[in-house]
């Protein structure tokens, strides 16, 4: 099963309390929970290259499944970390104490992220 497409965010839950968080500042977050990001998903064997475009913020990562690489988190830090692949359709990656989990069913990705006790999810539709 192959990542490669576009999606189109459908629904988040848990926004606002997760992003603050993370240390976004309140306006960042303001404009971002409005906005229907979209997700850009380049997938050549092991090899990815994910765009997150919300508004005019683009944040793109590239990185090869097992492989330490560095990823650019929301806030904008960069850090490093590793992506590993559970059975064709979920990705896994942990940075810096942030589990992300991205899942692939038909044209629907499910994109959980953890940091302690909050939890954050997002849907997002193939376009």
Not at 12 to 28: I, R, S, V, W, Y
Not at 105 to 113: E, P, Q, S, V
Not at 117 to 127: A, E
């Amino acid at each position: 099963m192959s990542f490669t497409g576009k999606y189109e965010l459908q629904s988040q839950e848990n926004f606002e309390p997760f992003m603050k968080a993370l240390g976004l500042p309140d306006d960042q977050i303001q404009k971002g929970k409005d906005i229907k990001s979209t997700t850009e998903i380049v997938q050549d064997g092991k090899k990815f290259k994910v765009t997150v475009t919300t508004g005019s913020k683009v944040l793109t990562n590239e990185f090869t499944i097992g492989e330490e690489c560095e990823i650019e988190m929301l806030t904008g830090e960069k850090a490093k970390g590793m992506v590993q692949m559970e059975g064709n359709n979920k990705l896994i990656a942990n940075v810096k104490g942030l589990k992300s989990i991205t899942e692939l069913n038909g044209d629907t990705i499910t994109h959980t992220m953890m940091l302690g006790d909050l939890t954050c999810k997002r849907i997002s539709k193939r376009v």
